[in-house]
C-alpha cells in the first residue's frame, strides 16, 4: 500500500485545504440514484450475491479518483495511497446489530468477489463494532441499508475529525417499469473533495454499472434476455436479514 506525500506548494487545493482545516471545517454528503438494469441482470444471471458485487463498484470508482484516496500519515502529512480497501458492515439478523470487517481489494473481479464472499462467511458470527483484526488505514468504510429505498441519507461528525476518507452507503433498489435504480449516498471531507469529485464519483459508479461485460467476464447485457434470466434464489442467512428488517 503505496502512499505518496502531496507537495503542498503546487497541490491545487492547498489554499481550500486550509480554509476547510481551519475556520471553515466541512463536511458534506450526496446522495444520488444509480441505474442497474443492466448490471442487476448479470448479477441474477449469474446467482451473483448483491452486496460484493456492489463493494466492488464502489471501490474500483473511488480508486479512480484522487481525492477519495486521501490521508494523513504516521507524523500527520498529507498524501494519497495507490489503492484503498472496502471496510463494511455486516448485519446479524440474530441482534439487529452489526460488525464492521474488511477486505483486501483486487482489480480483478472474480478475485475480489471470492475474497469478500468469503470473509464475510468467516466473519459473519463474531460480534462486535469491528471484528476482523489488521485492518489497514487505507480502507473505505461503506455499508447497505437493504430496507429503505432513501432519497437522501446524510451522516455528520459533531467535531473536526482527521478521517478524510469518504463513507459510502447503498440503499435498497427498486425496479419500476423495467428499470431498477439504487440509492448511493456519499459523505466526505471538503478539505480534499469537492462536488464536482462527487460527481465524478457517482459518473463512475454508472459506468460500471452500464458496462459489467468490461469487468465481470460476462457477454454484453444486450445478449442475455430477460426470460433466460432464473429467479434469484435467496440463501438462508439472506431471507433471515430480510425478514429481520420487519420485527
Not at 2 to 16: G, K, N, P, V
Not at 19 to 43: E, G, R, S
Not at 171 to 187: D, N
Not at 207 to 223: D, F, I, Q
Request: aromatic content about 14%; overall charge negative; charged content about 20%.
Amino acid at each position: 500500500m503505496a502512499f505518496h506525500l502531496l507537495d503542498m506548494e503546487q497541490w491545487e487545493r492547498r489554499t481550500h485545504y486550509a480554509a476547510y482545516t481551519t475556520f471553515l471545517p466541512v463536511n458534506w454528503n450526496l446522495t444520488a440514484q444509480i441505474d442497474i438494469t443492466c448490471l442487476h441482470k448479470m448479477v441474477r444471471a449469474r446467482h451473483l450475491r448483491f452486496y460484493p458485487v456492489m463493494l466492488y463498484l464502489a471501490t474500483t470508482a473511488v480508486n479512480r479518483i484522487r481525492a477519495f484516496r486521501m490521508a494523513y500519515d504516521a507524523e500527520g502529512r498529507l498524501g494519497f495511497y495507490d489503492s484503498m480497501h472496502p471496510g463494511y458492515t455486516i448485519f446479524h439478523p440474530d441482534d439487529q446489530t452489526f460488525s464492521d470487517i474488511w477486505s483486501t481489494y483486487d482489480a480483478d473481479f472474480a478475485q475480489f468477489y471470492q475474497t469478500v464472499v468469503q470473509d464475510m462467511a468467516e466473519w459473519k458470527d463474531a460480534k462486535g463494532y469491528q471484528t476482523k483484526p489488521q485492518r489497514p488505514a487505507n480502507c473505505v468504510p461503506m455499508s447497505m441499508v437493504p430496507w429503505v429505498a432513501f432519497q437522501s441519507c446524510s451522516f455528520d461528525i459533531p467535531f473536526q475529525s482527521r478521517m478524510l476518507q469518504p463513507v459510502i452507503t447503498f440503499g435498497k433498489y427498486v425496479t419500476q417499469a423495467e428499470t431498477t435504480m439504487i440509492p448511493v449516498a456519499v459523505f466526505a471531507n471538503h478539505a480534499v473533495a469537492d462536488g464536482w469529485h462527487g460527481a465524478q464519483l457517482f459518473e463512475e459508479l454508472q459506468t460500471l454499472a452500464n458496462h459489467p461485460e468490461a469487468w465481470m467476464s460476462v457477454p454484453s447485457c444486450g445478449s442475455v434476455e430477460l426470460a433466460d434470466v432464473k429467479p434469484y434464489q435467496e440463501t438462508k442467512r439472506e431471507k433471515e436479514i430480510r425478514r429481520s428488517a420487519h420485527d
